[in-house]
């Protein structure tokens, strides 16, 4: 095979990828690609670079793309207050979406004819990585070694070995993951249906007992400043993170359907995205109506599991951002959160836009806004059905 033929390699310097790198760049010219969707220093950047060229790479190219991460996922998983499963604020999901976009439009760039990544047949990743693959670039071949070849670990170090990239290799005891959005903790007890992550397994442990307030401000559903300093929302979503990741907030053990119709269980610690999306969801009660709050519910909903599912190109998930970002208008306003080890809590909101407005009435107290005659009457009407339906059927 001629040695000309470019091919993009989505490079992140573990096994999985080191093996194909080496093995790929024996009929290919090979460019390396890493994606920092949060979480790289420049040491680790620079490390990861250094590798690669060992591998045999002929280019390496780190590419930030945290601000376009913010903009066209995380933005939306705010305005929608998205856990999945009420619990996970989709970290790792969200990333692999903008990596393997910003990779595929890397590859048509510089002219490349093949792609590849390093994913098993067992992941959501390689389901991910192909749909964006082959719906933006049909005409680029998608090559994965470690899925078609059913590679083992060990058969993957063996073969760095013979082709002397003798590497410390050893699997560290937990997978961690890190970007913007949170970072994934997977080991043996996430394995297990049983056994929680032992205290250790969390990279960020707890430093500060003292309660802490702090006061987040959005604007139009984004975080636009943390106590009263204002910057670019990707900005004061990594000083939240600093600020709760020394009390230790944001962990649990996500539950939920892989891709691959199989159930998974990983470990995560989130303290930013958790924080902000209970702080943004208790601002919209406040500032939304009923009905605009019970369909974002929904909506907001398929939009996380579309997300998840790697259906990011789909054209509803356009459609449901527009709906999103409509519903946004009138979500500004401050929120009044404590910082407490382990966790925290919200501790009320002030906005212009506050529809629990005194004006109108106190719940339970007084009515302002009606009479104890239009109140009857209004009662009578809303209950007509059940009443006809009792009659009849009784």
Known sequence: MSSTKKLVIAYSGGLDTSYC???LSKGYEVHAVSVNTGGFTQQEIDHIES?????????????????????????????????????????????????????????????????AHGSTGAGNDQVRFDMIFQTLAPDIQIITPIRDEKLTRQQEIEYLKANGIDMSWEKAKYSINKGLWGTSVGGQETLTSEK??????????????????VKLTFEKGE??????????????????????????????????DTI?????????????ALITIKAHHLLEK??????????????????????????????????IEAFLESSQDKVSGDVF???KPYHFSLDGIHSKHDLMNAKFGS????????????????????????????????
């Open 21 to 23: 790198a080496v093995s």
């Open 51 to 115: 590798n690669a060229y060992k591998m045999g790479v002929s280019t390496y190219k780190n590419i930030n793309a945290v601000p376009s991460f913010y903009q066209k996922v995380i933005k939306y998983l705010v305005f929608g207050n998205v856990l999945k499963n009420n619990t996970y604020p989709l970290s790792v999901s969200a990333e692999r979406i903008i990596q393997a976009i910003e990779i595929v439009e890397y590859a048509k760039s510089i002219g490349a004819e093949y792609i």
């Open 196 to 213: 929680p992550l032992p205290n250790e397994a969390y990279p960020s442990q707890l430093k500060h007992t003292d309660e802490e307030k």
């Open 223 to 256: 975080l636009v400043a943390v106590n009263g300093v204002s910057n670019d929302p990707e900005l004061n979503i990594e000083v939240l993170n600093n600020l709760a990741s020394a009390y230790a907030i944001g962990r649990d053990i996500h539950v939920g």
């Open 260 to 272: 691959v119709g199989i159930k998974g269980r990983v470990g995560f610690e989130a303290p930013a």
């Open 286 to 319: 406040h500032t939304l109506t009923k009905w605009q709050l019970q369909h974002k519910e929904y909506l907001s909903s398929f939009y996380g599991m579309h997300l998840h599912e790697g259906q990011y190109l789909d054209p509803v998930m356009r459609d």
């Open 337 to 339: 959160v404590t910082l």
């Open 363 to 394: 719940y339970g107290e007084e009515s302002k806004g009606w009479t104890p005659e239009e109140a009857k009457g209004f009662i009578k009407i809303l209950g007509n059905q059940n009443r006809i339906y009792q009659q009849v059927n009784s």
